[in-house]
């Protein structure tokens, strides 16, 4: 698999990555007003968000209607309907994309429930590589407290509730995401994550991406057309 | 366990048949097999029923065969359940509404299709078959990849993807001529539908041109797939009771075990 530099896009994808609570989308939130002020073309993009396939995600998750299999399969056909009409014609274009959560989300997750790593990364491989990908790394009790306190209510899956790992969603979800981080830690050199220490304070961490972002991408390249 | 969707369509009238002994014959179990790593968790040495599939264009005849299939497996005494293309509870609906506004791009609507299958597969196929059924599926995974194949889409990407489907114990391809397919077509519903005449590949602004090219190359597309899955093709030009016939002394070699 190729970064989309690698592959000739004008554009520049900046992905960030991590379990819940790991801060990961505040810190791509910031990254992204700063780069806007800069009246640099951006554009943000959510893992799970294709408006077409959200109705028949929430359907699924609410009835718990899903498999893993299945549960793949529709975060697959999210992710490739905004891949092929929005991420890589913005690329083409010369954007700087910015993705909460990319394709290693969906190679922890879907591996954690029991599909085969070959499997689900053989989904995938019609896409490209990031050009950058933060891995914010937690503690995972830090990152417990930060969910737990701000939202006591877990929902089925994001506890992995499916995953039969205990009948106390809490305890499930502490299981959960620790197997998630042993995923994302399992293929961060292949993928070449840029670890970011999540134990940090919010401005520190910006400090760093701000700076990652500054010297890898020639940002000057990115203007805005004047209107 | 999901129930069979009803068919919109009216019912056939019952084929003449023998009457059908008091005595009901247990089909003997084969080996079952996934063409990959199948369903996690799944057991196949439970799945005590058997999966038919009839495959075809639309005017091959399939759901005339399918329901004239049912009502003798059924006079047989075999329980029957029908699964088809894009009839999941999951994504039945969206996947509809996504084609009717054609806003989808081919990965997108390939890898929709699988969620639906996969859907059905999980929830009525492999339960049904756990529980002894004759499945009766109204297209199956070679649908989805002669169309994705035929749009150019990567051969070695599709079978990674469906190996998660379970290999069937006989699949029937009802092969028909696009002339003849044109004229059943016309004979039903007075119209050509938009994705069995292929448009959104741009073959032709002619409608019936670009029916007849899709047609043939789906059926090429077919033929290729033929060699490596090793489906029956059958002869669909024929009448609706030679055919018939046809099929039911091939299934009746399934039940037996002689068959595939």
Known sequence: ?227 | MAKPRATHRAPVPPPAHRPAAAHVVVPKPTPKSFYGHGIPGCDVSQLTGKLIVMEGADGSGRSTQISRLVTWLEAHGHATVQVGLKRSTLVSEELSRAQAGNVLSRMTLSLFYATDFADQLENVILPALKAGFMVLADRYIYTLMARDLVRGMDAEWLRNLYGIALVPDAVFYLQVSPEELIQRNFAKNHALDYWESGLDLGLSRDMFDSFVDYQKRMIAQFQELQKIYGFTIVDGNRPVDVLGRELQHKIESVLTGNGR
Not at chain 1, 131 to 151: H, M, N, P, W, Y
């Open chain 1, 1 to 227: 698999m190729k970064t989309f530099a690698e592959l000739g896009y004008p554009g520049r994808l900046v992905a960030v990555e991590g379990i819940d609570g790991s801060g990961k989308s505040t810190q791509i939130y910031l990254l992204q007003r700063w780069l806007e002020q800069q009246g640099l073309k951006v554009f943000f993009s959510e893992w799970n968000s294709s408006e077409l396939v959200k109705s028949a995600t929430s359907k699924g998750k609410k009835t718990n209607l899903l498999t893993p299999t299945t549960f793949s399969l529709i975060h697959a056909t999210d992710f490739a309907d905004r891949y092929e009409r929005q991420l890589v014609p913005l690329l083409r274009a010369g954007y700087l994309v910015l993705c909460d959560r990319y394709i290693f989300t969906a190679f922890a997750r879907d591996v954690v429930r029991g599909c085969p790593p070959p499997w689900v990364r053989g989904l995938y491989s019609f896409v490209a590589l990031p050009d950058l990908t933060f891995f914010f790394k937690a503690q995972l009790e830090v990152s417990l407290r930060r969910i737990l306190e701000g939202r006591p209510q877990l929902k089925y899956f994001e506890a992995g509730m499916d995953l039969r790992l205990s009948q106390d969603p809490y305890e499930s979800f502490r299981i959960f995401q620790g197997r998630l981080l042993e995923q994302y830690l399992a293929m961060s050199t292949e993928f070449r994550f840029r670890i970011i220490d999540a134990n940090q304070r919010v401005e520190a961490q910006q400090t760093v991406l701000r700076q990652v972002v500054a010297d890898q991408i020639p940002l000057a390249g990115y203007r805005a057309p004047n209107r």
